[in-house]
């Protein structure tokens, strides 16, 4: 008898500390890596903690809710913030169609520490809200971005069209659209030990850039990831020129790397590198 009260005493220690470890009175929860949170207000995906406001998500982190709407918390020293990677030397700012750019120094280049967020017919916003154009910038067909003709008969989203060597597109001036070789030249500074033949598709920069340099701090949800895709000038000629290149940034996987031939209809967003 006096095992079986011990072995039933010992059950109930162990529950009520399952318990205690799980949750609180107020709901809260232990869920790395987001740490302990109220799960009756906020959840926890990628990472990131996220809470509701008027029924649109936003991130703990650097926004908050007031009286239903969202606001960004972070204050332009933190946009584009970067580790000892990149000195506050080398950042700077820059005002373009009224928004202020952060902008951060990799290796010889200059980059936008943010997506373009510049209002042109034809952009569009994540989900189609306002709001989210502050958050994740605007997207852009290809045509659209390097302000080349959209309509007939010489439509550059299906035929080939003449770019610069550095295309400013929408870009504000003194910047430029980058080609492919500046995103590989922006790899291979950024993770050396991906300088092989395949170092657009086998390399580490994708994490390096999002978690030491600040360069990706935005993505946004598409097919169960957060991702950024970036345009570059590079074009694909199949009979019509219908295609380019794109850089892709995710959380789940740790490469920048290179998607060719998409459809130049295609919606994206764009980072501009200094002349």
Same mark, same amino acid.
């Given at each position: 008898?006096?095992?079986?009260?011990?072995?039933?005493?010992?059950? $109930?220690?162990?529950?009520?500390?399952?318990? *205690?470890? @799980? +949750?609180? #009175?107020?709901?809260?929860? =232990?869920?790395?890596?987001? !740490?302990?949170?109220?799960?009756?207000?906020?959840?926890?995906?990628?990472?990131?903690?996220?809470?509701?406001?008027?029924?649109?998500?936003?991130?703990?982190?650097?926004?908050?809710?007031?009286?239903?709407?969202?606001?960004?918390?972070? $204050?332009?020293?933190?946009?584009?913030?970067? *580790?000892? @990677? +990149?000195? #506050?030397?080398?950042?700077? =700012?820059?005002?373009?169609? !009224?928004?202020?750019?952060?902008?951060?120094?990799?290796?010889?280049?200059?980059?936008?520490?943010?997506?373009?967020?510049?209002?042109?017919?034809?952009?569009?916003?994540?989900?189609?809200s306002e709001g989210s154009c502050d958050r994740y910038g605007r997207?852009?067909?290809?045509?659209?971005?390097?302000?080349?003709?959209?309509?007939?008969?010489?439509?550059?989203?299906?035929?080939?069209?003449?770019?610069?060597?550095?295309?400013?597109?929408?870009?504000?001036?003194?910047?430029?659209?980058?080609?492919?070789?500046?995103?590989?030249?922006?790899?291979?500074?950024?993770?050396?030990?991906?300088?092989?033949?395949?170092?657009?598709?086998?390399?580490?920069?994708?994490?390096?850039?999002?978690?030491?340099?600040?360069f990706a701090t935005q993505l946004y949800?598409?097919?169960?990831?957060?991702?950024?895709?970036?345009?570059?000038?590079?074009?694909?000629?199949?009979?019509?020129?219908?295609?380019?290149?794109?850089?892709?940034?995710?959380?789940?996987?740790?490469?920048?790397?290179?998607?060719?031939?998409?459809?130049?209809?295609?919606?994206?967003?764009?980072?501009?590198?200094?002349?």
């Amino acid at each position: 008898m006096k095992i079986i009260i011990w072995s039933l005493a010992s059950l $109930s220690l162990t529950i009520l500390f399952m318990l *205690s470890c @799980s +949750s609180d #009175d107020n709901g809260s929860s =232990s869920n790395e890596p987001c !740490g302990s949170y109220n799960t009756s207000l906020y959840r926890c995906e990628m990472g990131e903690l996220i809470g509701k406001c008027k029924g649109e998500d936003y991130y703990i982190a650097y926004e908050q809710c007031n009286n239903g709407v969202i606001v960004n918390t972070r $204050s332009s020293d933190d946009k584009g913030n970067s *580790s000892s @990677s +990149s000195s #506050d030397s080398d950042k700077d =700012s820059f005002v373009y169609g !009224g928004q202020t750019y952060k902008t951060i120094k990799i290796g010889s280049q200059i980059w936008m520490a943010e997506n373009l967020n510049y209002g042109i017919s034809g952009s569009e916003c994540y989900d189609n809200s306002e709001g989210s154009c502050d958050r994740y910038g605007r997207f852009y067909d290809w045509a659209t971005a390097m302000v080349l003709p959209t309509t007939s008969p010489n439509y550059c989203n299906n035929y080939e069209c003449v770019v610069s060597a550095k295309h400013q597109g929408i870009c504000p001036d003194g910047w430029h659209i980058p080609t492919e070789g500046e995103w590989v030249t922006l790899i291979k500074y950024v993770d050396p030990a991906s300088a092989t033949s395949q170092v657009s598709t086998n390399n580490n920069a994708g994490k390096k850039l999002r978690e030491e340099f600040g360069f990706a701090t935005q993505l946004y949800y598409n097919e169960g990831d957060r991702r950024n895709f970036y345009w570059t000038t590079t074009q694909y000629i199949s009979g019509t020129g219908e295609s380019a290149g794109r850089y892709t940034i995710s959380y789940s996987d740790s490469r920048l790397y290179y998607n060719s031939k998409v459809a130049k209809r295609t919606k994206n967003n764009i980072r501009c590198v200094k002349n």
